[in-house]
């Protein structure tokens, strides 16, 4: 009779976990405005997701900050609109940034990922130069995807993850002092780590 009740107890715990990750990677950045907790979908992006948490584990975004925020109000008149925080250690680590190789280009033509509200994303300048520096929407943001007005080639962003929890501390950071895109002062990330 015991076996018979702890069996179902099982299964439905089981259940639970398999349906609540999807056995996708999940991240947490600490800031002091809060945690950010994000789904990385390994599947549809295997190369952006490897070398994100190769670099999570390497340690290289220890010092690492938000330190630009694109807003309505900061951006030229004529340009596309977008809204983001964007992130890493470009600021600090200057060096280790240009030293590193450039990440695949996974577009969304590819992986299926639209650059959403709360959708993660690498910021690259040519294809397959992105490395560690990311970005995280504020709202719907369909310039970013492929084919989209957000870049000149065409060939969009690299999402691959979404904010699942702490979008109140990535709006907190959006809505932080910033003198011509620059966050004044820039908000630490005191860690990045795997769940």
């Known amino acids: 009779m015991k076996s018979l009740f702890l069996l179902p107890v099982y299964i439905l715990f089981a259940g639970c976990a398999t349906e609540s990750n999807n056995g996708n990677p ?8 809060g945690n950010i907790e994000i789904e ?26 938000f330190y630009r925020i694109l807003t309505d109000d900061n951006q030229p008149s004529n340009a596309p609109k977008s809204e ?3 992130g890493g250690i ?11 190789p450039g990440i695949p280009h996974e577009s969304t033509k590819q992986t299926g990922i639209l650059h959403k509200d709360g959708t993660i994303s690498l910021a690259r ?10 970005f995280i929407c504020v709202g719907d943001q369909p310039g970013f995807d492929y ?25 907190s950071i959006y809505n932080s002092p910033e ?17």
Request: charged letters at 20%.
């Open 26 to 33: 999940h991240i947490v950045i600490e800031t002091g405005r």
């Open 40 to 65: 990385l979908y390994a599947k549809q992006a295997p190369q952006t997701v490897a070398a994100f948490l190769r670099y999570i584990d390497s340690g290289y975004f220890n010092k690492a900050v």
């Open 84 to 86: 983001l925080i964007q």
């Open 90 to 100: 470009w600021k600090t680590n200057y060096k280790l940034v240009h030293a590193l």
């Open 125 to 134: 300048a040519e294809p397959g130069t992105a490395n560690t520096e990311f």
């Open 147 to 171: 084919g989209g007005a957000n870049n000149a080639d065409g060939l969009g962003y690299a999402a691959f993850g979404k904010v699942i929890k702490g979008m109140d501390a990535v709006k």
């Open 179 to 195: 003198t011509d895109q620059y966050l004044d002062p820039p908000v630490a990330i005191f860690a990045i780590k795997r769940k």
